[in-house]
């Protein structure tokens, strides 16, 4: 694949190079009824110095989203801020990111990475929740054998889960080999999610900052948008008490449809100058993918 051709594909997908660019994406979804999730690109950092220098960024995402008064919140790979180097040092950067959006009211989303990290990532995820950061939540990918099992756990806790699929290239033994498995399990969980946002009495935000258990339905697939639908209807589950995800640039038409039947749509935007590494890792990790994006990339 040419450099060119990749950059015009990914760049159908990813919002600019810049934080500017991002922000104004932001600003267009929000215009047309939807919510963000900002990604600055970066995975696995090399060094102490880019783990620090990949947490300012992200800081400076919170103050701009802060500034222009756009709404979004931020989602964080925990190895972009370190924790292949050193967990320490991760949480550490963590808890200067989750902080800051305490500060400014601001949601930052850990994103869930390749079953190795798995653990490591819920363990830094709980301290700080016990440090007493309610603005942090986490992400669950349905084909893991482990994700119900992890889904209760994180519910009774009252984390805010975003559910997905999955998109790394996982062995057959920790991660369900068929698709359709992985659906019937998205299924299952996405049930369990609903079922718990409708104990829930709280509004989204309450006054004393606390982020009860909303839970965000990541996928463009219309039988996973369709079973999210009936469930929730059968629960007589209010539309605010969860939200559906997707990504930049994939099935707009469907995204503009669930807004005008006045459904939450949530747009994970990202942006930055890793786009090369983040499109070509994307194609990698699963055959599937390939199709994914280009399939995508013909539709308007």
Known sequence: MGFGFARRTALR???GESLDEAIEVVRVLNNNGMLATLDHLGEDTASPEQSRQATDDIVAIL????EAGVQSNVSIKLTQVGLKLDPEL????????????????????????????????LELYH?????GYDNVGKV??????????DTQSLLAEGTRIRLVKGAYDEPPEVAFPKKSDADACFDEITTI?????????????SSDGHWPPIPAIATHDEKRIEHTKQVAQQLNLPRNKYEFQMLHGIRRELQEQLVKDDYTMRIYVPFGT??????MRRLAERPANVWFFLSNLLRR
């Not at 890793?274 to 499109?279: K, L, M, S």
């Open 63 to 66: 103050d701009a989203i802060h």
């Open 140 to 149: 669950l990918q349905s084909y893991l054998y482990r994700t119900k099992e």
């Open 274 to 279: 890793e786009w090369y590494p983040y499109f």
């Open 193 to 205: 999610l609903l079922e718990a946002a409708n104990a829930q009495d709280a509004p989204e935000v």
């Open 90 to 121: 991760c949480a550490e950067n963590l808890e200067r990111i989750v902080k800051r959006g305490q500060e400014l009211d601001i949601f930052v989303r850990i994103d869930m990475e390749d079953s190795p990290v798995i653990d490591v990532t």
């Open 13 to 15: 997908f990813v919002a």
């Open 127 to 131: 301290r700080m929740r016990s440090k």
